[in-house]
Protein backbone atom coordinates (compact mmCIF):
# COMPACT_ATOMS: atom_id res chain seq x y z
CA UNK A 1 0.00 0.00 0.00
CA UNK A 2 2.83 2.82 0.57
CA UNK A 3 4.24 4.34 -2.01
CA UNK A 4 7.67 4.53 -0.39
CA UNK A 5 8.08 1.52 2.04
CA UNK A 6 12.12 1.67 2.84
CA UNK A 7 11.66 2.26 6.20
CA UNK A 8 9.74 -0.53 7.16
CA UNK A 9 11.73 -3.13 4.20
CA UNK A 10 15.01 -1.65 6.32
CA UNK A 11 13.79 -2.34 9.45
CA UNK A 12 13.28 -6.28 8.78
CA UNK A 13 16.60 -6.69 7.36
CA UNK A 14 15.37 -7.20 3.38
CA UNK A 15 17.17 -5.74 0.91
CA UNK A 16 16.43 -2.05 -0.36
CA UNK A 17 16.84 -0.08 -3.63
CA UNK A 18 18.76 2.63 -0.55
CA UNK A 19 18.98 3.32 2.52
CA UNK A 20 15.93 4.93 3.96
CA UNK A 21 16.49 8.43 6.31
CA UNK A 22 14.64 10.19 8.88
CA UNK A 23 15.16 12.86 11.97
CA UNK A 24 14.34 12.48 15.41
CA UNK A 25 12.77 16.09 16.22
CA UNK A 26 12.93 16.65 12.36
CA UNK A 27 9.31 18.39 13.12
CA UNK A 28 10.50 21.08 14.81
CA UNK A 29 11.96 24.59 15.69
CA UNK A 30 14.73 23.99 12.42
CA UNK A 31 11.48 24.35 10.06
CA UNK A 32 10.36 28.52 10.23
CA UNK A 33 6.95 26.41 9.07
CA UNK A 34 6.99 24.93 12.32
CA UNK A 35 7.32 28.06 13.96
CA UNK A 36 4.55 29.94 12.02
CA UNK A 37 2.34 27.32 13.43
CA UNK A 38 3.78 27.14 17.02
CA UNK A 39 2.86 30.45 16.74
CA UNK A 40 -0.59 30.33 16.55
CA UNK A 41 -1.01 27.91 19.52
CA UNK A 42 1.17 29.79 21.48
CA UNK A 43 2.53 27.08 23.26
CA UNK A 44 3.83 22.96 22.44
CA UNK A 45 1.60 21.34 24.65
CA UNK A 46 -1.73 23.29 23.18
CA UNK A 47 0.34 22.08 19.87
CA UNK A 48 0.28 18.49 20.74
CA UNK A 49 -3.10 18.53 22.07
CA UNK A 50 -4.75 19.94 18.64
CA UNK A 51 -4.66 16.77 16.13
CA UNK A 52 -4.83 19.03 13.14
CA UNK A 53 -2.00 21.14 14.27
CA UNK A 54 -0.36 18.24 15.31
CA UNK A 55 -0.72 16.25 12.14
CA UNK A 56 0.46 20.00 9.95
CA UNK A 57 3.50 19.81 11.77
CA UNK A 58 4.48 16.13 11.29
CA UNK A 59 3.74 16.09 7.67
CA UNK A 60 6.26 18.98 7.04
CA UNK A 61 9.44 17.54 6.89
CA UNK A 62 8.16 15.14 4.29
CA UNK A 63 7.32 17.94 2.21
CA UNK A 64 9.77 20.27 3.37
CA UNK A 65 13.12 17.89 3.91
CA UNK A 66 12.22 14.97 1.77
CA UNK A 67 12.75 11.91 4.77
CA UNK A 68 11.06 8.91 4.12
CA UNK A 69 9.09 8.47 7.13
CA UNK A 70 6.81 10.87 9.33
CA UNK A 71 6.89 10.54 13.10
CA UNK A 72 3.54 11.74 15.05
CA UNK A 73 4.52 14.87 16.68
CA UNK A 74 3.96 14.32 20.36
CA UNK A 75 5.49 14.16 23.41
CA UNK A 76 7.06 11.24 25.24
CA UNK A 77 5.18 13.15 28.86
CA UNK A 78 1.71 12.10 27.21
CA UNK A 79 1.30 9.18 29.26
CA UNK A 80 2.16 10.57 32.96
CA UNK A 81 -0.03 12.67 32.25
CA UNK A 82 -2.35 10.39 30.89
CA UNK A 83 -1.79 8.14 34.85
CA UNK A 84 -2.57 11.63 35.96
CA UNK A 85 0.11 13.47 36.34
CA UNK A 86 -0.09 16.63 34.16
CA UNK A 87 2.94 18.49 33.43
CA UNK A 88 3.89 22.03 31.69
CA UNK A 89 6.18 23.07 29.53
CA UNK A 90 9.21 25.61 30.38
CA UNK A 91 10.30 27.55 27.64
CA UNK A 92 13.96 26.97 27.59
CA UNK A 93 14.05 24.97 30.66
CA UNK A 94 11.86 21.77 29.50
CA UNK A 95 9.13 19.99 31.33
CA UNK A 96 7.78 20.78 34.86
CA UNK A 97 5.89 18.68 36.71
CA UNK A 98 3.91 20.62 40.25
CA UNK A 99 3.14 17.30 41.22
CA UNK A 100 5.60 14.36 41.57
CA UNK A 101 5.62 10.28 42.71
CA UNK A 102 7.18 10.48 46.28
CA UNK A 103 5.08 8.16 48.69
CA UNK A 104 2.52 5.26 48.77
CA UNK A 105 0.13 7.58 48.40
CA UNK A 106 1.01 9.07 45.27
CA UNK A 107 2.08 6.14 43.87
CA UNK A 108 -2.08 5.32 44.81
CA UNK A 109 -3.29 8.56 43.53
CA UNK A 110 -2.46 7.61 39.58
CA UNK A 111 -3.95 4.89 37.22
CA UNK A 112 -2.56 2.86 34.31
CA UNK A 113 -3.17 4.92 30.75
CA UNK A 114 -6.06 3.82 28.34
CA UNK A 115 -8.25 5.24 25.76
CA UNK A 116 -9.78 8.24 26.13
CA UNK A 117 -6.57 9.60 28.04
CA UNK A 118 -5.03 10.20 25.23
CA UNK A 119 -7.33 10.39 22.46
CA UNK A 120 -6.12 13.52 21.05
CA UNK A 121 -2.67 11.83 19.96
CA UNK A 122 -4.85 9.19 18.39
CA UNK A 123 -6.77 11.94 16.92
CA UNK A 124 -3.53 13.25 15.35
CA UNK A 125 -2.37 9.95 13.86
CA UNK A 126 -5.75 9.04 12.26
CA UNK A 127 -5.79 12.68 10.51
CA UNK A 128 -1.80 12.41 9.45
CA UNK A 129 -2.41 8.99 8.09
CA UNK A 130 -4.76 10.15 6.02
CA UNK A 131 -3.18 13.36 4.84
CA UNK A 132 -0.24 11.42 3.84
CA UNK A 133 -2.38 9.10 1.83
CA UNK A 134 0.52 6.67 1.37
CA UNK A 135 3.75 8.55 0.74
CA UNK A 136 5.76 7.43 3.65
CA UNK A 137 4.96 5.42 6.76
CA UNK A 138 4.27 7.02 10.17
CA UNK A 139 6.35 5.78 13.21
CA UNK A 140 4.12 5.97 16.40
CA UNK A 141 6.28 6.31 19.44
CA UNK A 142 6.49 6.60 23.54
CA UNK A 143 8.90 7.21 26.41
CA UNK A 144 10.63 4.06 27.84
CA UNK A 145 9.46 2.96 31.30
CA UNK A 146 12.97 4.35 33.10
CA UNK A 147 13.05 7.59 31.23
CA UNK A 148 9.12 8.11 32.21
CA UNK A 149 10.06 6.86 35.89
CA UNK A 150 12.48 9.40 36.08
CA UNK A 151 10.64 12.57 35.13
CA UNK A 152 7.54 11.43 37.57
CA UNK A 153 10.02 11.40 40.73
CA UNK A 154 12.30 14.27 39.80
CA UNK A 155 9.24 16.54 38.48
CA UNK A 156 11.65 18.28 35.98
CA UNK A 157 15.02 17.95 33.65
CA UNK A 158 17.83 16.79 35.29
CA UNK A 159 22.09 16.13 34.50
CA UNK A 160 21.95 13.40 36.97
CA UNK A 161 18.20 12.45 38.05
CA UNK A 162 19.46 11.90 41.53
CA UNK A 163 16.00 12.57 43.35
CA UNK A 164 14.92 9.70 40.93
CA UNK A 165 17.57 7.19 41.41
CA UNK A 166 17.75 7.62 45.26
CA UNK A 167 13.95 6.82 45.33
CA UNK A 168 14.22 4.07 43.29
CA UNK A 169 16.96 2.92 45.26
CA UNK A 170 15.82 3.26 48.80
CA UNK A 171 12.22 2.71 47.87
CA UNK A 172 12.62 -0.23 45.15
CA UNK A 173 9.33 -1.85 45.64
CA UNK A 174 7.12 1.50 44.93
CA UNK A 175 9.54 1.93 42.04
CA UNK A 176 9.07 -1.14 40.91
CA UNK A 177 4.76 -0.85 40.71
CA UNK A 178 5.24 2.54 39.24
CA UNK A 179 7.12 0.60 36.38
CA UNK A 180 4.81 -1.61 35.83
CA UNK A 181 2.28 1.19 35.80
CA UNK A 182 3.88 2.74 32.94
CA UNK A 183 4.90 -0.35 31.14
CA UNK A 184 1.02 -1.82 30.89
CA UNK A 185 0.10 1.98 30.18
CA UNK A 186 2.79 2.12 27.24
CA UNK A 187 1.37 -0.75 25.79
CA UNK A 188 -1.93 0.53 25.94
CA UNK A 189 -1.04 3.60 24.34
CA UNK A 190 1.39 2.05 21.45
CA UNK A 191 -1.34 -0.85 20.65
CA UNK A 192 -3.69 2.47 20.23
CA UNK A 193 -1.34 4.07 17.91
CA UNK A 194 -1.00 1.34 15.55
CA UNK A 195 -4.74 0.63 15.84
CA UNK A 196 -5.26 4.28 14.39
CA UNK A 197 -2.35 4.03 11.90
CA UNK A 198 1.48 3.85 12.72
CA UNK A 199 3.37 1.70 10.57
CA UNK A 200 6.32 1.43 13.20
CA UNK A 201 6.77 2.13 16.68
CA UNK A 202 9.55 3.53 18.46
CA UNK A 203 10.27 3.71 22.32
CA UNK A 204 12.78 6.62 23.81
CA UNK A 205 15.03 5.55 26.40
CA UNK A 206 16.26 9.41 26.57
CA UNK A 207 18.10 8.41 30.40
CA UNK A 208 19.27 5.40 30.01
CA UNK A 209 23.34 6.20 30.37
CA UNK A 210 22.77 7.39 33.92
CA UNK A 211 22.13 4.24 35.13
CA UNK A 212 24.73 1.60 35.84
CA UNK A 213 24.82 -1.93 33.88
CA UNK A 214 23.18 -4.14 36.50
CA UNK A 215 20.91 -1.71 37.73
CA UNK A 216 19.52 -0.84 33.44
CA UNK A 217 19.11 -4.48 33.63
CA UNK A 218 16.60 -4.75 36.39
CA UNK A 219 15.23 -0.72 35.77
CA UNK A 220 14.65 -0.94 32.24
CA UNK A 221 15.46 -3.22 30.34
CA UNK A 222 13.14 -5.42 31.67
CA UNK A 223 10.02 -3.31 31.22
CA UNK A 224 10.76 -2.62 27.42
CA UNK A 225 11.16 -6.65 26.71
CA UNK A 226 7.69 -6.63 28.39
CA UNK A 227 6.14 -4.00 25.89
CA UNK A 228 7.73 -5.48 23.14
CA UNK A 229 6.10 -8.98 24.06
CA UNK A 230 3.23 -7.40 24.30
CA UNK A 231 2.88 -5.87 20.78
CA UNK A 232 5.00 -8.25 19.15
CA UNK A 233 2.01 -10.75 20.35
CA UNK A 234 -0.48 -8.65 18.62
CA UNK A 235 1.10 -6.91 15.73
CA UNK A 236 3.78 -9.27 15.07
CA UNK A 237 4.59 -7.31 11.60
CA UNK A 238 4.90 -4.08 12.92
CA UNK A 239 8.51 -3.50 13.36
CA UNK A 240 9.65 -2.05 16.98
CA UNK A 241 12.66 0.55 17.66
CA UNK A 242 14.20 0.60 21.25
CA UNK A 243 16.44 3.48 21.17
CA UNK A 244 18.54 4.34 24.36
CA UNK A 245 20.64 6.56 24.60
CA UNK A 246 24.06 6.34 26.56
CA UNK A 247 23.17 3.01 27.10
CA UNK A 248 26.78 1.79 25.38
CA UNK A 249 26.72 -1.11 28.15
CA UNK A 250 23.54 -2.48 27.25
CA UNK A 251 24.16 -3.27 23.50
CA UNK A 252 24.85 -6.72 23.64
CA UNK A 253 21.79 -7.86 26.00
CA UNK A 254 19.36 -5.58 23.53
CA UNK A 255 20.07 -8.10 20.87
CA UNK A 256 18.11 -10.21 22.74
CA UNK A 257 15.09 -7.38 23.05
CA UNK A 258 11.63 -8.88 20.91
CA UNK A 259 12.29 -5.91 18.76
CA UNK A 260 13.64 -5.04 14.91
CA UNK A 261 15.27 -2.45 14.97
CA UNK A 262 18.03 -0.63 17.56
CA UNK A 263 18.72 3.15 17.70
CA UNK A 264 22.34 3.95 18.19
CA UNK A 265 23.90 6.95 19.41
CA UNK A 266 26.96 8.91 18.08
CA UNK A 267 29.21 7.52 20.76
CA UNK A 268 28.27 3.87 19.81
CA UNK A 269 30.83 2.28 17.53
CA UNK A 270 29.24 0.86 14.28
CA UNK A 271 31.28 -1.78 13.86
CA UNK A 272 31.07 -2.89 17.36
CA UNK A 273 27.57 -2.39 17.89
CA UNK A 274 26.79 -4.54 15.12
CA UNK A 275 29.10 -7.05 16.43
CA UNK A 276 27.58 -7.37 20.35
CA UNK A 277 24.14 -6.84 18.60
CA UNK A 278 23.94 -9.61 16.44
CA UNK A 279 23.17 -9.48 12.63
CA UNK A 280 19.06 -10.61 13.43
CA UNK A 281 18.43 -7.03 13.91
CA UNK A 282 18.43 -4.03 11.90
CA UNK A 283 20.03 -0.45 13.31
CA UNK A 284 19.23 2.73 13.18
CA UNK A 285 21.46 6.19 13.71
CA UNK A 286 24.00 7.59 14.22
CA UNK A 287 25.74 10.54 13.06
CA UNK A 288 26.70 12.59 15.36
CA UNK A 289 23.85 16.13 15.10
CA UNK A 290 26.52 18.88 15.34
CA UNK A 291 28.00 17.71 12.24
CA UNK A 292 25.62 19.38 10.71
CA UNK A 293 27.16 22.98 12.01
CA UNK A 294 29.79 21.75 9.58
CA UNK A 295 31.10 23.23 6.28
CA UNK A 296 28.51 21.15 3.17
CA UNK A 297 31.90 19.08 1.90
CA UNK A 298 32.65 18.22 5.49
CA UNK A 299 28.52 16.92 6.29
CA UNK A 300 28.74 14.60 3.23
CA UNK A 301 31.99 13.14 4.22
CA UNK A 302 31.15 12.76 7.23
CA UNK A 303 27.51 10.70 6.30
CA UNK A 304 28.88 8.58 3.63
CA UNK A 305 31.36 7.68 5.95
CA UNK A 306 28.58 6.58 8.13
CA UNK A 307 26.56 4.88 5.50
CA UNK A 308 30.07 2.79 4.13
CA UNK A 309 30.39 1.39 7.90
CA UNK A 310 26.87 0.19 8.42
CA UNK A 311 26.73 -1.22 4.95
CA UNK A 312 23.78 -1.77 2.90
CA UNK A 313 21.39 -4.25 4.37
CA UNK A 314 19.49 -3.45 8.09
CA UNK A 315 20.32 0.30 8.35
CA UNK A 316 18.00 3.46 9.12
CA UNK A 317 20.25 6.60 8.35
CA UNK A 318 19.54 8.98 11.40
CA UNK A 319 21.31 11.34 13.58
CA UNK A 320 22.75 9.62 16.89
CA UNK A 321 19.73 11.92 18.90
CA UNK A 322 17.54 14.47 17.85
CA UNK A 323 18.64 17.75 15.92
CA UNK A 324 19.38 20.43 17.51
CA UNK A 325 17.02 23.63 17.01
CA UNK A 326 19.69 25.93 15.73
CA UNK A 327 21.18 23.81 12.99
CA UNK A 328 19.80 25.38 9.59
CA UNK A 329 17.33 23.79 7.44
CA UNK A 330 19.11 23.50 4.65
CA UNK A 331 22.22 21.32 6.40
CA UNK A 332 19.49 18.94 7.89
CA UNK A 333 18.22 18.39 4.17
CA UNK A 334 21.98 18.29 2.61
CA UNK A 335 22.33 15.21 5.44
CA UNK A 336 18.83 13.74 3.92
CA UNK A 337 19.86 14.38 0.54
CA UNK A 338 23.49 12.83 0.73
CA UNK A 339 21.72 9.71 2.15
CA UNK A 340 19.59 9.35 -0.39
CA UNK A 341 22.28 9.95 -3.64
CA UNK A 342 24.47 7.44 -1.97
CA UNK A 343 25.14 4.46 -3.67
CA UNK A 344 26.72 1.50 -1.89
CA UNK A 345 29.42 -0.53 -3.86
CA UNK A 346 28.33 -4.41 -3.36
Partial sequence: MLKNDLLLRAAKNQTVERTPVWMMRQAGRILPEYRAVRAKMGDFISLVKTPEFAC??????????GVDAAIIFSDILVIPEAMGLPYKMIESKGPWFEKTVETKEDLNSIHIAHLPNYQYVIDAIKLTKKELNNRVPLIGFAGAPFTILAYMVEGSGSKTFSKAKKWMFTQNQEAHQLLELI???????????????????????????????QHYQEFAMFYIQKICLAIKAEFPDVPITVFAKGAFFARENMGNLSCDVIGLDWNMDIKESR?????NKALQGNLDPCVLYSDDKTIIEETEKMLKEFGPVGHIANLGHGIYPDIEKEKAKLFIETVKNFKHTL
Fill in 56 to 65: EVTIQPVDIL
Fill in 183 to 213: TLSTINYLKDQIKAGADMVQLFDSWAGILSP
Fill in 275 to 279: KLIGK
